[in-house]
């Protein structure tokens, strides 16, 4: 089983990025995928969360309207579209699916919002 996220790195406030977690080892369709992120010093958040074949979408507040959740069953690959950035958004992003008792984590990629 891999989870392999991308597409982290450093970003100016107001700037944007787009995170994709390639997802190999178990049927990605079946698994409901989410987003997390661990800042410095604080515990692990959701962020955004996404059913196993695709609808309704969560969103922790502090995101809403500017992070938007995706997937792609035939690519096997979950995104997350980070828009209007934040110095607060600053943190590793790691990406989660779960199913049927089955939960696996990526390894994580780094978001620093700076100037």
């Known amino acids: 089983v891999q989870l392999v996220e991308s597409g982290g790195g450093l970003v100016q406030p107001g700037g944007s990025l787009r995170l994709s977690c390639a997802v190999s080892?178990?049927?990605?369709?079946?698994?409901?995928m989410s987003w997390y992120r661990q800042a410095p010093g604080k515990g692990r958040e959701l962020v955004a969360f996404?059913?196993?074949?695709?609808?309704?979408?969560n969103y922790v507040d502090s995101v809403k309207g500017r992070f938007a959740i995706s997937r792609d069953n035939a690519k096997n690959t979950v995104y997350l579209q980070m828009n209007s950035l934040k110095p607060e958004d600053t943190a590793v992003y790691y990406c989660?699916?779960?199913?049927?008792?089955?939960?696996?984590w990526g390894q994580g990629t780094q978001v620093t919002v700076s100037s």
């Open positions: 989660y699916a779960a199913a049927r008792g089955s939960v696996y």
């Open positions: 080892g178990f049927t990605f369709s079946s698994y409901a």
């Open positions: 996404m059913p196993s074949r695709g609808g309704s979408t």
